[in-house]
């Protein structure tokens, strides 16, 4: 059953997500076509700088749908009047939660696989080959420096950027999930509990960055300060660890609390 429903959320993803690509991707086409007529006229300069504006948008639009999508598909198949049919089914709450989760993710990575290749398209013959160049000695300058660690940084940068995808959406459901038992406005609700996470998380971090100049000349952080002036590549590492961990312990606390409040706290009325 879990399969079938992953088939059934991927069909009704497609369905939203294709045209989206499909106007990027043309977006992006046009504007190579139209450099083929590069000339000093005016009339050149403002169609050009409307089709990279275009393209900008078309950019964001693309991305910002898998998020969007993502949420009000959530919200609509499990605490709207769908939410009736979906909990029928022979399926648990946290298998919904993961095939949501796991259709917003692989549609998101594809989002940005065609936002990549509507650059190579906007971008292609010189310019194209310029960037290419440019990357390539980057690389080359990185590799002595850096050597292995190299390796090990992307590694866990592509981890850390996975851990966040699915901390921010889980996010999103956690409060979807708590404004949903409200017995009204479920949906002010749900932005509701978000604003109230933003302010308390933006408190906290004004209390910890206060603390920490309060203590920037202790022993102890200046003990942390020549350990980073003295082992800046190992740095880099418990930076990214320390991101993972925390990353995925808060992913953990809202699909939790997610899980909780759709077994023991469901209202669809």
Not at 129 to 145: D, G, T
Request: hydrophobic share 60%; aromatic share 16%.
């Amino acid at each position: 059953m879990v399969k079938k429903l992953f088939k059934h959320e991927i069909l009704a993803w497609l369905r939203v997500w294709t045209p989206m690509q499909i106007i990027l991707l043309a977006v992006a086409a046009f504007g190579r076509v139209w450099q083929f007529f590069e000339n000093d006229s005016m009339t050149y300069d403002i169609i050009y700088g409307s089709a990279i504006a275009l393209y900008v948008v078309a950019i964001i639009a693309s991305i910002g749908l898998a998020t969007v999508f993502g949420v009000v598909r959530f919200y609509k198949n499990l605490f709207s009047r769908e939410g009736y049919l979906s909990f029928t089914l022979p399926v648990t709450p946290a298998q919904h939660i993961w095939v949501k989760l796991l259709t917003a993710g692989m549609f998101s990575v594809l989002s940005l696989l065609v936002v990549v290749l509507s650059f190579g398209i906007f971008t292609a013959g010189e310019l194209f080959v310029e960037i290419i160049k440019a990357l390539s000695y980057i690389i080359k300058q990185a590799i002595p420096l850096l050597g292995a660690h190299l390796i090990f940084y992307i590694i866990e940068f592509v981890l850390l950027i996975g851990v966040a995808f699915l901390a921010e959406y889980l996010l999103y459901y956690v409060c979807i999930a708590l404004g949903q038992t409200f017995k009204k406005n479920r949906v002010i609700g749900a932005v509701g509990v978000y604003f109230i996470y933003y302010i308390i998380n933006q408190v906290i971090g004004t209390i910890l960055s206060v603390i920490i100049m309060l203590l920037a000349e202790t022993d102890f952080f200046l003990a942390i300060g020549r350990f980073v002036e003295e082992n800046p590549f190992e740095t880099v590492h418990i930076v990214f660890c320390v991101g993972l961990v925390f990353g995925a312990l808060l992913a953990a606390l809202y699909f939790v609390i997610t899980h909780a409040v759709m077994r023991k706290k469901l209202n669809l009325e």
